[in-house]
């Protein structure tokens, strides 16, 4: 018989997950972290899933145009609470690692499917995390695949695999609750008390770091925060500019006329008819999905004198379509509350500037409470649904 | 799932409700993501794969291995700030890094990611450890002035 050294024997299967020592991994503990990670999850779910049906509105779904800001707060709370994640969950991983080697790995095959499920959870929690990460930092390349989908189907399976995980773990969490707090005998480092308040201040850190995006008294010291709300042409943060999507030439060329589709007939306007128009100014957010949001002021044509001056009736649904093609957000359709809203503006102009090129010039749509991939830029034709 | 003795009837509905709830949630996001034209499934799989992996047998276990060495050789007092300053690092560095990389800047686009993420990666760090080090020579002062005065009581 082979006597492996001493070093090697400690890694038999058998006694891998006693090489963690630490006395500060506990069930209290680890309820502790849970219940605060499931409720950021929770938030993001909800976050998330709002966001999602704004775009893809399901058919009992109703979104206002007020208040304006809405969707700056839920979004910003999305990305937000998603960064807060990252220490939570690495901590909550921390406090369960050694029963990653637990041995023999399952007592029978229940125990077995309620570990494939947990490699279910985690993968999905990994997974949901560094895509959001990577997405907000434009970092497209390491996911190839559509971002955007595959971040909703596996919100699902996150949000499913953590239900299964509280369902199971229910009994665990509550005695583990509700047994008086133990004093851990005085250990070498950190206390749970100071544990916890280390994962505090790491929320702290990486929110003051980057929340400065989207709240812009905060933008000076958000020193890792992936867009600054004051930096961008006329002072205004871009997503796609003109080049990218393809429309410079269409979009500066003097040929440019402006189609309004309604049941009275068709309207083929220049940018100097638009500017000959009744102009409106309305202070609204562009409001990104990656969480950032710079409020401006905009003056422009009311969309619903558009729609009135082609026949459109109040309570009808408007299509805006784009120069650009070929992309999924080209078009964008404005439901009745916006497509009412007196704050809804086809904007020829920003900031008291007419609109650069890359923010959408000859004019772009600007409506109160909406991600910023719906305020269609370079906008061609508009068009009133019946 | 309802094993122990002590678990209520209560509790035991509410399980099977969680539970229940939970595989048609994760059954909704797989039959999504199955038969979604937009997700390429090899890639999805692969790179779900890889942080998994990456993060169970690669990062956790370096992180624990960096924790306990870094420690090491600090004395029991200095250890909790220590290793909190160490886990707040850690976790911004992730926050931090494809900033830093940078990757996802734009050559058309000066608004993405317009900032120097070097110099901010490097502030917050700095910000940390400053913390970290007026928190233990507060600590430190306490402690020789409770020693000192426990040394003028018992003189």
Aim: hydrophobic share 45%; proline share 8%; net charge positive.
């Amino acid at each position: 018989m082979v006597r492996l050294p001493e070093p090697l024997t400690r890694l038999h299967p058998t006694r891998l997950s006693r090489l963690f020592t630490s006395r500060l991994r506990s069930p209290q503990l680890t309820s502790r972290l849970g219940m605060l990670l499931g409720a950021a999850v929770a938030v993001c779910f909800a976050t998330g899933y709002l966001s999602h049906a704004i775009q893809h509105p399901p058919a009992w779904f109703y979104w206002p145009s007020r208040p304006v800001n809405l969707y700056r707060i839920t979004q910003g709370l999305h990305v937000a609470t998603g960064l807060a994640i990252v220490p939570l969950l690495a901590v909550k991983l921390w406090s369960v690692y050694p029963k990653l080697f637990r041995w023999p790995p399952f007592r029978d095959a229940a125990h077995a499917v309620e570990r494939l499920s947990l490699f279910l959870l985690v993968a999905a929690a990994l997974f949901q995390v560094t895509t959001g990460i990577l997405n907000i930092a434009l970092w497209y390349s390491p996911m190839s695949f559509f971002f955007t989908t595959a971040h909703y189907w596996t919100a699902w399976i996150l949000a499913g695999a953590l239900l299964i995980h509280i369902g199971v773990k229910l009994p665990v969490v509550r005695r583990a609750l509700a047994a008086p707090s133990r004093r851990p005998t005085e250990a070498a480092g950190l206390s749970r008390r100071g544990l916890l308040t280390a994962v505090a201040s790491a929320i702290g850190v990486i929110t003051v770091a980057t929340v400065g995006q989207t709240l812009r008294p905060l933008a000076g010291i958000s020193v890792l925060g992936p867009r600054d709300p004051r930096v961008g042409p006329q002072g205004l943060p871009v997503n796609k500019t003109a080049a990218g999507a393809g429309v410079t030439t269409a979009a500066a060329g003097p040929g440019y006329r402006l189609e309004v589709v309604g049941p009275s007939g068709i309207l083929r306007l220049s940018l100097g008819d638009l500017a000959a128009l009744p102009q409106h100014t309305a202070q609204l957010p562009i409001t990104c999905v990656e969480g950032w949001s710079a409020t401006a002021t905009w003056t422009g044509v009311r969309i619903r004198d558009l729609a009135a001056a082609v026949g459109g009736q109040p309570g009808a649904s408007v299509r805006v379509e784009s120069l650009e093609r070929g992309s999924p957000y080209s078009t964008s359709t404005l439901p009745p509350p916006h497509a009412d809203d007196p704050l809804t503006l086809l904007a020829l102009t920003v900031n008291g500037e007419p609109l650069d090129l890359d923010h959408g010039h000859p004019c772009r749509l600007i409506a109160p409470n909406r991600p910023g991939v719906l305020q269609t830029k370079w906008v061609s034709r508009v068009q009133v649904l019946t | 799932m309802t094993g122990h003795g002590t678990t209520s009837r209560t509790t035991t509905w509410l399980q099977r409700l969680l539970v229940a709830g939970g595989v048609l949630a994760a059954g909704y996001g797989v039959a999504g993501l199955v038969t979604d034209p937009s997700v390429a499934k090899q890639p999805y799989l692969r790179y779900t794969l890889t942080v998994l992996l990456g993060h169970d047998l690669l990062v956790m276990p370096l992180a624990i291995l960096i924790g306990l060495l870094a420690t090491r050789w600090l004395p029991q007092w200095a250890r909790p700030a220590v290793q909190g300053a160490l886990l707040v690092t850690a976790t911004l560095t992730a926050v931090a890094l494809p900033l830093v990389l940078g990757y996802g800047r734009r050559p058309d686009d000066p608004s993405a990611l317009p900032r120097d993420y070097h110099r901010g990666y490097l502030i917050a760090v700095a910000a940390i450890w400053l913390t970290t080090a007026t928190l233990l020579a507060l600590r430190a002062a306490r402690s020789r002035r409770t020693s000192a005065t426990q040394h003028q009581e018992e003189t």
